[in-house]
């Protein structure tokens, strides 16, 4: 729909029922004070009794406050985006940082994980940024990224801003002053979700399950644990974000789950990169892109005996946590706590 | 000549956005220059010095730097004409929230961060409101949520503004933000273009309504800067 196409009915129909049919015009009313005024009467006849100054200074008159509003209808009316049907991702080799062309060809579909490792300062985040920016051939690595198998459209490019993609990090924290609860409840009405209560629920017990220590929905985003924040951003990015492409960047020691993380990413059919020093993780993945110099080296298929040795991985690694709680809980180490295993 | 207008709070990011975008842009060196305007103080001009951009920096004293910007962003633009510039970008850092320095046909970008609190988008009047471009920075620190809602905020005060993610420290999205530069009009002269939007009362011909650039428009308090010699 265009704004012309809600002009008439902002025009004609008492605002009381505009509200209830487009819930977020009263975040449009208040963003431009016109909050608690008569709604059994008209868009313009509520106008007649405002003071033109006041509308004014945001920069309206009467007569642009209809048309800004059926813009502002119009932005947000409920299309079928095209961001979210995205059936793969491409991934066009460019050069190393000294000019060495690369020689790959990946693309990759939704469910499925690709890790990037290498070397500290080898160029994992620099290729987390050219998939973000659906480089073009126009960044220092001179790589191309395709969508769906063409070149991105440049509207898609150049407006869907952080849309296409979610990204996690380490150094991400919430700033906020709000609830666990208020939290995921404003999120999910960006979203513009109608009924939010069932996803913001699943979101914090999926939030809940992954993290190491439990918290309530009463408990600040400020005050949760490195740990909590991580599980609540992947189980908010998971469910509440719209975002196909999720690209995550270093989580290692944050105290979560990682293995149900990874699978509830999978679960939602998102397409997941993640840049990782971590061989849990790294072997998790579907695929593992090698770099080395600012270069993809080589692309790895995750072998049928990686997969069974990360069994023994994960076996170690869940020694390493019995004794890191053990040691938590005040307890000694014992002999007993490591299993036998031959020494090398 | 190209020009760009960058408007946004103070410390929201805006030179280090445009020094990233510079640098995306790939034109040769010296060819893109930038105007600062800035109220009292400024050490601005150090940073682009330091990357060897012609710039120069324009002190508003007691005047708001958005209404000083219109009474000499016709000067800017002869000098980055007589230096040769192929982009000219203006900095300005609006302090009431209300004036928005923008020019009909000129690009327009204003400089936000998620941390100064996801309700600001609701909070900046026309500065945001009338941009063409919302470049917002800091996201490197915020969860990815936080994102989500600030864009949505923005889209809620300015529906049809393309929004981008920059991060002003790596540059990080800087690309996107460089090719819409790229699709900037040329201009010659700024004279007889309108601003967007009136500037709110203060004390000179565009406090009192005056949308139009030019010498002749100008009355009561103006203060012109001198800008070098080329
Ligand atoms: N192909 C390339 N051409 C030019 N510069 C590159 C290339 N690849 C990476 N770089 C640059 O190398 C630097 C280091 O890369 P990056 O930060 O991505 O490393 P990293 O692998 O993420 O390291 P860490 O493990 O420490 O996080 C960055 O400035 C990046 O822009
Ligand atoms: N973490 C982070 N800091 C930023 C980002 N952009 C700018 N900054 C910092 O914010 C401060 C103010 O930036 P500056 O460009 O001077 O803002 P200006 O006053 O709007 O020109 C500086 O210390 C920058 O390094 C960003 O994207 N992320
Ligand atoms: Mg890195
Ligand atoms: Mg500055
Ligand atoms: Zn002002
Ligand atoms: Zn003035």
């Known amino acids: ?344 | 000549m190209k020009l760009i207008t960058v408007a946004g709070p103070p410390s929201s990011g805006k030179t280090s956005v445009i020094l990233k975008t510079i640098e995306a842009l790939g034109q040769p060196a010296g060819s893109v220059g930038v105007v600062k305007f800035d109220s009292l103080t400024s050490f601005d001009h150090q940073r682009y010095d330091e990357e060897q951009i012609p710039n120069q920096t324009a002190f508003a004293g007691k005047i708001c730097p958005d209404h000083f910007f219109v009474s000499n962003v016709e000067g800017a633009v002869e000098w980055g004409l007589k230096k040769g510039l192929s982009v000219l970008v203006t900095e300005s850092a609006g302090l009431c929230n209300r004036c928005s320095p923008y020019v009909n046909g000129i690009l327009s970008v204003c400089v936000i961060d998620n941390l100064s609190g996801i309700n600001t988008p609701r909070k900046i009047g026309p500065m945001l409101k009338y941009a063409d471009i919302v470049v917002v920075t800091k996201g490197d620190i915020v969860s990815q949520a936080e994102r989500e809602v600030f864009a949505f905020n923005i889209r809620e005060v300015n529906a049809s503004a393309t929004v981008l993610f920059v991060n002003g420290i790596t540059g990080q999205g800087a690309v996107m933000l460089a090719r819409h530069w790229q699709d900037a009009p040329e201009i010659q002269t700024l004279r007889d273009r309108k601003l967007r939007f009136t500037m709110p009362a203060a004390i000179c011909s565009y406090c009192t309504g005056e949308t139009r650039i030019g010498e002749i428009y100008q009355m009561g308090m103006v203060r012109r800067v001198e800008f070098d010699d080329v």
């Open chain 1, 1 to 344: 729909m265009k704004p012309i196409d809600y002009v008439a009915e902002v025009s004609s129909v008492p605002l009381g029922e505009i509200l209830r049919r487009y819930p977020l015009v009263a975040d449009y009313l208040a963003n431009i004070r016109l909050n608690g005024v008569d709604e059994t009467r008209t868009l313009p006849e509520v106008l007649e009794d405002i003071d033109e100054d006041m509308l004014e200074e945001f920069g309206l008159d009467r007569e642009e406050v209809i048309y800004h509003l059926s813009a502002f209808l119009a932005a947000f009316s409920p299309v079928k985006s095209s961001v979210d049907e995205i059936s793969s991702i491409t991934i066009l080799g460019g050069r190393d940082k000294v000019g060495r062309p690369e020689m790959v060809e990946l693309t990759v579909t939704p469910g499925e994980v690709v890790s990037i490792v290498g070397p500290t300062g080898s160029g994992k985040s620099r290729l987390l940024e050219d998939i973000e920016c659906l480089a073009q051939r126009d960044t220092p690595t001179a790589r191309q990224i395709l969508i769906n198998g063409s070149v991105p459209d440049v509207n898609k490019r150049f407006t869907s801003g952080g849309k296409l993609v979610a990204q996690l990090s380490q150094n991400m924290n919430f700033v906020v002053d709000l609830t666990v609860q208020e939290f995921l409840e404003m999120h999910a009405k960006s979203r513009m979700i109608s009924d939010s209560a069932p996803v913001v629920e699943k979101c914090f017990a999926v939030a809940n399950a992954l993290a190491g220590e439990k918290f309530t929905p009463g408990t600040k985003v400020t005050q949760l644990s490195g740990g909590q924040s991580r599980s609540l951003m992947i189980a908010d990015t998971a469910l509440l974000s719209s975002s196909p492409i999720i690209l995550i960047d270093e989580l290692e020691n944050a105290g979560l789950d990682r293995r149900e993380a990874i699978k509830l990413l999978i679960g939602n059919e998102k397409i997941v990169f993640i840049s990782t020093h971590d061989p849990l993780l790294a072997l998790r993945a579907n695929k593992r892109i090698v770099i080395r110099n600012g270069g993809i080296a080589k692309v790895i298929e995750t072998t049928a005996e990686e997969e069974q040795t990360l069994r023994k991985i994960e076996a170690i690694d869940s020694i390493l946590l019995d004794i890191r709680n053990q040691i938590r809980g005040g307890g000694f180490v014992t002999k007993d706590s490591v299993p036998e295993f031959q020494e090398r």
